[in-house]
């Protein structure tokens, strides 16, 4: 069967999900003037040194040479001023944000939607069209400094995309394993048991990072575990913990009808094992050798090497197998081995994700729960209730 052509039109609308980041830390970086509570005159303040210095200084390794004067904080944190949710002042300043950034786009052509009922909504849709006239494109527009800027003044993160039908009836939803459905690192696990914690968590931060080749980075890490009992992964799963709302989402997309998948750089045994618990559909992952007496593992690998392309691949193979347009695929991942699959899901999204996967990600979220995936569709907090009844 013919794969389901993915459709190459340009959006002529834009919807923009805004989240209020109420689950972290606001303005993390306090100006000195502006602390977050009052000092007194018996408080113990650091002495000042190099290493006290907060981000943002001068470039400098000579105290003598530092500023007396603190440096200009960045933009003022408006949210504490007008309301730590998505308050009416914040969609103003939303919209007179997008006229800015927007050539030809005016204020009475935005609408917005609230996800939440309630005066504290922190989940907003806004509407725009994205004139002929406009050279901006979805990828300049995700990026763009006022937006940025915007997002930082009022402690939100604005999430584009292309608002089309697709964007609310996806089909399937694949995910990354580990930091994704599950807060380890599985191989930095198994390495803690023997003590080489260290090094192993070493190579796969460079890796997740892209500073790294992945499939090296992997065999490397692999031949460290030599020795390891056949037993190990039972002897994990009781430790393995689901990133919250993990199971709540997958309930809701298969109530939806969605086909789910776990498409992981981790190894089989605890890849089948949670998709058994979550009721996945797909699972796949890489394959350690065991010693041929099944006592032990030997530190390599065996069959394909499951890296970003094959994650990529395997999305592909899935959307032909089921007859799902790209265009209904909803992919998560953390890491930069996920970009691929990020990039060519209709909606690929970096959640919690390192920082240069962040840059690159289509769409990013750091909400304390997964389930907030389902505002990315669309779907109101109301509606989510009823989904897992």
């Excluded at 993915?6 to 970086?29: N, Q």
């Excluded at 969609?91 to 009475?108: A, E, H, R």
């Excluded at 300049?140 to 089309?164: I, K, M």
């Excluded at 779907?379 to 897992?388: A, D, K, M, P, S």
Aim: charged residues 20%; contains cysteine.
């Amino acid at each position: 069967m013919p794969h389901p052509p993915s459709l190459d039109v340009s959006p002529t609308h834009i919807t923009a999900t805004l989240f209020y980041k109420s689950d972290t830390p606001s303005h993390f970086f306090p100006h000195p003037d502006n602390p977050v509570s009052p000092r007194s005159p018996l408080d113990n303040l650091p002495e000042a040194s190099l290493e006290a210095l907060k981000d943002g200084v001068a470039p400098t390794e000579n105290m003598s040479e530092y500023p007396l004067e603190p440096p200009t904080p960045g933009p003022n944190p408006l949210d504490h001023l007008y309301g730590s949710y998505i308050s009416q002042s914040c969609l103003t300043d939303f919209f007179v944000t997008l006229t800015t950034v927007v050539t030809g786009l005016m204020d009475d052509m935005i609408t917005s939607r609230r996800l939440q009922s309630g005066k504290l909504c922190s989940v907003v849709e806004v509407t725009f069209p994205l004139p002929i006239s406009s050279a901006l494109t979805l990828e300049l527009l995700r990026r763009h400094e006022g937006v940025s800027r915007f997002e930082r003044e009022w402690h939100v993160e604005a999430v584009f995309q292309a608002d089309t039908i697709y964007r609310r009836y996806k089909r399937l939803a694949v995910f990354d394993m580990d930091s994704t459905l599950i807060q380890q690192e599985v191989i930095d696990e198994i390495a803690a048991l023997i003590g080489v914690q260290n090094e192993v968590s070493a190579i796969t931060a460079a890796a997740m990072n892209g500073e790294l080749d992945f499939e090296a980075s992997l065999r490397a890490r692999c031949a460290l575990l030599k020795g390891v009992p056949s037993g190990v992964f039972d002897m994990l799963k009781p430790s393995i913990t689901l990133n919250e709302g993990v199971k709540d989402l997958i309930r809701a997309l298969k109530r939806l009808g969605y086909k789910t998948a776990v498409l992981s750089g981790g190894f089989t045994p605890l890849t089948g094992w949670m998709g058994e618990q979550l009721g996945l559909d797909y699972d796949f992952a890489n394959h350690l050798v065991v010693s041929d007496d099944g006592l032990t593992l030997t530190g390599e690998l065996t069959g394909e090497i499951v890296h970003a392309e094959r994650k990529k691949q395997h999305v592909l193979e899935i959307a032909e197998k089921e007859g799902i347009l790209l265009e209904q695929v909803l992919a998560v991942g953390d890491g930069a081995n996920d970009l691929p699959m990020l990039n060519v899901a209709g909606l690929g999204v970096a959640f919690h994700a390192k920082p240069m996967v962040q840059m690159q990600a289509p769409a990013r979220l750091n909400a304390k729960s997964m389930l907030d995936v389902l505002y990315l569709l669309g779907i109101t907090r109301e509606e989510q209730e009823v989904l897992l009844r």
